[in-house]
């Protein structure tokens, strides 16, 4: 490397970067340290995904696992890197079995809801019916298996396994029949898409007697701890390894609002484990850890508690510092990583989920601009922009400015879907 000078490798990697960056989405943020968070995120993903390959780690985390895939390739999603995404998932069905078990490692039965799951927020961003179409068997096989594997248990939630190893030793955690309970949805959306009528009515009623299983798993737990909340098992009393348990609210929004026990989780979560550092979690993972820290604050943005959502996510954001690496679990003396790599791919999606998600809001058919932003992301005076953002509607930019006189100008601009606008 004597031959060429640091500033000419410097330069070229930086417009390598920029490139790479130009065929994404833009966010333009009124606090600028939340910006290089952002940005540092961002890269931070691109750099983890290597071509057919996403992992939550450059070196001891090398290695790949769906969960954290998953997420990882929601938030490169809603970046606008779809062509990466599908790439990953494209190549999913080298770990398929030939029952229909998509195998991350041994024993862990969260990776088919995990790939269902993926699979039918990847075609919302844009929808692609030939691809689906290709993919449909397999993903028949993934739900046949999540139907025939519940049914191993007694009450009709998954068996027990080491589960996502943060929430503790082997158990018959909610997180698993959460993430297939989503799977078996996803399925029906999926099968009805494509016309499969009757496979849509069969996963529809299986779907529906594991929902009603895990209502009934609640109300025996209830009665056992005397509250409405959920544990990260039904035979285990609460304590932080019921953070597993609010991915019911966030990212799955399995239940609505009227059932009251995850958001009574998420709070209690907050009230006995929270403090100005974050989320510190004892479970092998042991460490104030960020993108925990982040699925609370999110639960209480999806809730609609914008104030105690960024209220949390503030614990993480405040120690983040140049380069904005973040570990999986901070030392909680030190402020070093206990726990994976410094920097953690799950944390980054987590983060850039969490912003992106303050700013633009998809439900039932209408689109929200800023309905969980702070005066970090939009303030008086301070341009903000968004480009080619991309939705289940189709994409969207839009820019706010502000002139000397303190007057504003707000521009939106869209490129929907035929018969895909939103409703307001």
Not at 64 to 72: E, I, T
Not at 129 to 147: E, F, G, S, T
Not at 165 to 173: A, F, I, N, R, S
Request: with cysteine; glycine share 8%.
């Amino acid at each position: 490397t004597w031959r060429v000078s640091f500033e000419k490798r410097k330069s070229e990697q930086q417009s390598r970067w920029e490139k790479e960056l130009s065929g994404g989405a833009e966010f333009e943020f009124a606090d600028c340290d939340l910006q290089k968070l952002y940005e540092s995120c961002t890269l931070t993903l691109l750099q983890f995904n290597d071509h057919d390959f996403i992992s939550p780690g450059p070196f001891l985390y090398h290695h790949f696992w769906y969960r954290d895939a998953a997420v990882m390739l929601r938030a490169l999603d809603v970046l606008g890197f779809h062509k990466r995404v599908r790439n990953v998932i494209d190549a999913f069905p080298n770990r398929l079995t030939t029952d229909g078990f998509f195998r991350g490692p041994d024993g862990e039965w969260d990776s088919n809801g995990a790939v269902l799951w993926s699979i039918q927020q990847h075609f919302r961003l844009p929808p692609r019916h030939l691809w689906l179409k290709n993919w449909y068997p397999d993903l028949k096989r993934a739900a046949q298996w999540i139907v025939r594997k519940r049914k191993q248990s007694p009450n009709g939630l998954m068996p027990p396994s080491l589960s996502a190893e943060h929430l503790g030793t082997v158990d018959q955690y909610y997180w698993d029949s959460f993430w297939s309970l989503a799977g078996l949805r996803a399925m029906v959306e999926i099968s009805g898409t494509l016309g499969k009528e009757a496979d849509a009515h069969f996963f529809d009623k299986e779907a529906r007697e594991f929902n009603q299983n895990i209502l009934d798993s609640f109300e025996s737990v209830s009665q056992r701890l005397g509250e409405e909340i959920i544990p990260a098992t039904p035979f285990r009393n609460f304590d932080e390894s019921g953070v597993g348990s609010i991915s019911s609210i966030y990212p799955l929004a399995l239940f609505g609002n009227e059932l009251k026990h995850p958001a009574n989780t998420v709070e209690k979560l907050r009230e006995k484990f929270v403090d100005e550092k974050g989320f510190f979690h004892p479970f092998v993972h042991s460490g104030y850890n960020p993108y925990l820290t982040l699925q609370i604050a999110h639960c209480f943005l999806n809730l609609g508690e914008i104030a105690k959502a960024w209220e949390v996510a503030e614990t993480v954001f405040r120690q983040a510092a140049p380069p904005y690496s973040l570990p999986e679990a901070i030392h909680p003396r030190t402020g070093g990583g206990t726990m994976g790599d410094g920097h953690h791919g799950w944390a980054a999606a987590e983060i850039i989920l969490f912003l992106r998600d303050c700013i633009v809001e998809e439900k039932e058919g209408v689109l929200s601009l800023f309905k969980g932003s702070n005066n970090r992301l939009i303030q008086k005076g301070r341009d903000v922009s968004l480009k080619n953002i991309p939705t289940s509607f189709g994409t969207f930019s839009c820019s706010l400015s502000f002139s000397e006189e303190g007057s504003a100008t707000f521009i939106f601009d869209w490129s929907f879907r035929d018969g895909s606008a939103p409703t307001a």
